[in-house]
């Protein structure tokens, strides 16, 4: 971030601590910048939080892996096979239109509110952005590509070892990307819904039974960190498995 890039955050921060100060909102509402930096103080050296961190990360993993290889099967199977584009593909796009967090009551009739329901939740907000961009980059193969497996007369498990998979792999990658910011956000909104056990979703909840606005700041903050790693590190490792990727602005 250059130092332009700070300007919009250091204004907000002036503003808030000028609003905080002239007693022009309600501290039960808006905390006050030092109340937060001390909350923050607070929870940042309690080891508590470090184990929540683990059980949001692990839970976050868990569903990703499975989210993201079951996504990545069905949208191979799509884009490479004609019958399964029209048998499964109307059904998955209908599907695919109804926002992740309205399966929460199926989830918690079918499942309960242990472990098992918050991961299959995670899968299921990793899976849709898995399915949509491995199946474009498969189907997508450039047409040149092919025709020159043909010539070097590949099979079909070569043209898709050779050519198919190294052509989608960007694209691949950009679902692996969108899928782990899924399953993170889908974590959250899993600990706080479906809401038992430890993990940095409890922060907010018990934020909000308290009503100590200054620790629900503290755990959006918490939140917004930790998904921004995330979303770096699947970026750099995307990069590297896959150089020739063009940025996405």
């Known amino acids: 971030m250059n130092a332009r890039g700070l ?4 204004g907000l921060l002036a503003l808030w601590q000028g609003v905080a100060a002239g007693g022009l909102a309600d501290p039960r509402l808006l905390a006050p910048p030092g109340e937060v930096a001390a909350t923050a103080w607070r929870v940042l050296t309690d080891p508590a939080i470090f184990l929540a961190l683990g059980a949001s990360l ?3 993993l868990a569903g990703f892996v499975l989210g993201a290889g079951l996504g990545l099967c069905f949208g191979l199977l799509c884009g490479l096979s004609r019958p399964a ?3 499964l593909g109307p059904s998955f ?5 109804v926002a992740v967090f309205a399966w929460i009551p199926l989830i918690a009739m079918w499942f309960g509110f242990g472990e098992e329901a918050r991961i299959i939740f ?3 907000a990793t899976f849709t952005p ?3 961009n491995s199946w474009e980059g498969i189907a997508g193969t450039p047409r040149a590509l092919l025709e020159v497996g043909s010539v070097l007369r590949f099979g079909p498990w070569q043209s898709l070892a050779r050519i198919r998979l190294p052509a989608a792999l960007p694209s691949m990658m950009t679902g692996v990307q969108l ?13 706080y819904f479906l809401a038992k056990g430890t993990g940095l979703g409890g922060v907010l909840i018990e934020g909000r039974d308290t009503f100590d606005m200054a620790l629900v700041l503290v755990g959006v903050v918490l939140l917004g960190a930790v998904g921004l790693v995330l979303s770096q590190m699947a970026r750099l490792g995307g990069a590297r498995l896959a150089p020739w990727k063009r940025e996405i602005a």
Not at 7 to 10: R, Y
Not at 93 to 97: F, M
Not at 179 to 191: D, F, N
């Open 85 to 87: 584009d029209r048998l």
């Open 122 to 124: 995670i899968a299921l």
């Open 7 to 10: 300007v919009l955050p250091l």
């Open 93 to 97: 796009h209908a599907l695919k239109n």
């Open 179 to 191: 899928g782990l910011m899924h399953a993170w956000l889908a974590t959250i909104g899993a600990e």
């Open 58 to 60: 692990g839970r976050c």
């Open 130 to 132: 898995m399915v949509l």
